[in-house]
């Protein structure tokens, strides 16, 4: 009985010290996922996130209430951290905007992704008044980045340290103008939208959401870094406008 049971034991050696000395399997692609994409991080820190992949860990958005087209647009007032803005430190809300085409884009200055996707807004917002497009682009800066640190990641170009870069006149380089405001734990107009971020929501002069542009819908690319997610949202923004100036060319008197 003893030789026996000391030959079982020899047969399966080999086996357990495999299983001892073996390679760690790879992380599958939701735990590389789920490592590199923290969604609160601790104050101060800015974190950095994938470029094009949608973010595994927020389902597609339904239509729902507010993200819905045909809805009007919520109602909340924030403060502007933009210097650029003619209301600066003032805070208002979205009627401001009305008679005009108003794009929403849901922001964290935390998250590099966003710096990147600010920086092609106002690209577009420039480019869009060159062609004589009179768009309003407004960011909403997520509750939990409302640290000078993370609003000055969306304001300025930043060097490694954190530091703002400036021009050789001292003057400091912006990466957006465009009106920049705070959310808060008391407004949160991020749920008021009914959005996630990187949300495009597209509103037409009357306040009313034409378009919503979700970066977890994988059939339509919003990164603006790359030619065709750039075009998918120039494009949105001009259907709106042409709607509009074809029915201000209907509500003119035909000429006889």
């Known amino acids: 009985m003893r030789i026996a049971s000391l030959l079982l034991c020899l047969s399966l050696l080999p086996g357990l010290l495999s299983g001892c000395f073996a390679e760690p399997s790879a992380p599958s692609s939701a735990e590389r996922s789920a490592q590199t994409l923290p969604e609160d991080p601790t104050p101060g820190e800015l974190v950095s996130l994938p470029d094009d992949t949608p973010p595994t860990e927020v389902p597609p958005l339904e239509c729902?209430?507010?993200?819905?087209?045909?809805?009007?647009?919520?109602?909340?007032?924030?403060?502007?951290?933009?210097?650029?803005?003619?209301?600066?430190?003032?805070t208002y809300g979205l009627t401001h905007f009305e008679e005009r085409t108003t794009v929403v884009v849901l922001l964290a200055g935390w998250c590099s992704y966003?710096?990147?996707?600010?920086?092609?807004?106002?690209?577009?917002?420039?480019?869009?008044?060159?062609?004589?497009?009179?768009?309003?682009?407004?960011?909403?800066?997520?509750?939990?980045?409302?640290?000078?640190?993370?609003?000055?990641?969306?304001?300025?170009?930043?060097?490694?340290?954190?530091?703002?870069?400036e021009h050789g006149n001292g003057a400091p380089i912006y990466r957006s103008t465009l009106p920049l405001f705070q959310d808060t734990e008391?407004?949160?107009?991020?749920?008021l939208h009914n959005g996630k971020k990187d949300d495009f929501f597209i509103y037409d002069h009357t306040g009313t959401l034409v378009t919503y542009l979700s970066r977890?819908?994988?059939?339509?690319?919003?990164?603006?870094?790359?030619?065709?997610?750039?075009?998918?949202?120039?494009?949105?923004?001009?259907?709106?406008?042409?709607?509009?100036?074809?029915?201000?060319?209907?509500?003119?008197?035909?000429a006889h």
């Open 64 to 90: 729902d209430q507010a993200n819905c087209p045909g809805q009007g647009w919520p109602t909340w007032e924030l403060q502007d951290f933009q210097p650029h803005s003619a209301r600066f430190e003032e």
């Open 216 to 254: 977890s819908d994988a059939t339509l690319s919003t990164n603006l870094s790359t030619e065709a997610g750039y075009s998918n949202l120039k494009q949105a923004v001009l259907a709106v406008e042409q709607t509009r100036e074809a029915e201000l060319q209907n509500e003119r008197p035909s």
């Open 114 to 165: 966003c710096r990147k996707q600010a920086l092609q807004l106002e690209r577009l917002s420039k480019e869009l008044l060159d062609q004589r497009y009179d768009v309003h682009i407004v960011v909403v800066n997520k509750d939990n980045a409302g640290s000078k640190r993370h609003q000055n990641a969306l304001l300025y170009v930043l060097d490694q340290e954190g530091e703002i870069q």
């Open 186 to 191: 008391e407004t949160l107009a991020w749920e």
